[in-house]
């Protein structure tokens, strides 16, 4: 799987399918393939491109601070290694931070952009728990460390499912690639200091505001601030999952992510 050496760290990065462009960006403690289910149905009509953020997966994990900045930084820099002029732009969590400043800072690179479960700003609580998240990294081990945070994605339907958390803890704890508690400290971070309240009103393409009504950790009120702030955001709550529903419900998350690409205007002709 290729990388590139950008911003004094190796990116690694993962592209399938034909198609227009559309950038696919983790959260805090994913790698790219927690978008796995959502794989098969976007490669039939888009170019898809993932990447591991700083600090975790495949990607280079520098023990030094990191910002949302940063990381839109490493991730414009990929765009630009692999030719992509303009792109669909999708982040979960922090991936949806880090899409909101690489479509602040550049607007001519962003066709579109869908963030889910994700805000512009933290509240004292949310920022309580990130900050927790980052402390925790180097005092347990991972089966300790996702049974604290997994409560908090995932909601008490998927829970009650026979097997289920068992199996995500599972293949936390085998998880081929170096877990680095410092990667993680750094990613918590980055988050506790990102906020685009103040300058949603500066994104201007396409919009969509996705995540689960039983979202807990980025309840309703943070996507409510993104789509009051962001002119003309569309704002879709599912009714079922919580702030995991790429793996919860993911085929809902699928359908509606094609529908706000199908009410796109067709400004150009598919990348082949």
Not at 146 to 152: E, K
Not at 162 to 171: D, F, H, R, S, Y
Not at 198 to 217: A, S
Request: aromatic share 8%; net charge negative.
């Amino acid at each position: 799987m290729p990388k590139i050496h950008v911003n004094g760290i190796d990116l690694f990065y993962d592209i399938k399918g034909t198609g227009e462009p559309l950038l696919l960006i983790p959260g805090f403690f994913c790698d790219h393939t927690y978008w796995s289910l959502q794989m098969s149905a976007l490669v039939k009509n888009y170019q898809v491109i993932r990447l591991d953020n700083r600090g975790f997966g495949q990607s280079s994990a520098p023990d030094s601070p990191y910002s949302i900045q940063q990381m839109a930084s490493d991730t414009a820099a990929l765009l630009e290694h692999i030719a992509i002029e303009k792109v669909h732009l999708a982040g979960h969590s922090m991936g949806g931070h880090i899409a909101q400043e690489l479509a602040l800072a550049h607007p001519e690179k962003v066709e579109s952009l869908i963030l889910l479960s994700s805000l512009a700003k933290g509240d004292t609580l949310f920022k309580n728990i990130i900050s927790t998240w980052g402390e925790l990294a180097d005092k347990l081990d991972l089966k300790l460390y996702q049974q604290v945070i997994l409560p908090w994605i995932f909601t008490d339907e998927f829970y009650s499912i026979p097997g289920m958390i068992e199996m995500i803890v599972n293949l936390a704890i085998n998880y081929p690639f170096s877990v680095t508690p410092h990667g993680l400290y750094h990613q918590s971070r980055a988050i506790l200091a990102a906020d685009t309240s103040q300058r949603l009103k500066d994104i201007h393409c396409p919009t969509l505001i996705l995540l689960g009504k039983q979202d807990i950790l980025t309840p309703i009120k943070f996507s409510q601030e993104l789509a009051q702030g962001i002119p003309n955001a569309e704002l879709v709550v599912l009714e079922g999952g919580g702030h995991g529903f790429l793996i919860e419900t993911p085929e809902a998350v699928t359908s509606a992510m094609l529908k706000f690409f199908s009410q796109l205007p067709k400004t150009r002709k598919p990348l082949m």
